[in-house]
């Protein structure tokens, strides 16, 4: 029972860290966007 236990928290864990690298690449594409975006209507701004 104990090592069943500790395999589902391994999966659970697993699953988890899997979420986070997906949040940090979802956040790294949305402000690369965001910078991209700003970066190429400055110029129209400005002119």
């Known amino acids: 029972m104990r090592w069943f ?3 589902s928290h ?3 864990a697993i699953g988890f860290a899997i979420l986070i690298a997906l949040d940090i690449l979802t956040v790294n594409c949305i402000k690369r966007q965001v910078t991209h975006e700003a970066v190429n ?3 129209t701004r400005s002119v």
């Open 5 to 7: 236990t500790s395999q």
């Open 10 to 12: 391994k999966k659970q």
């Open 41 to 43: 209507s400055t110029p």
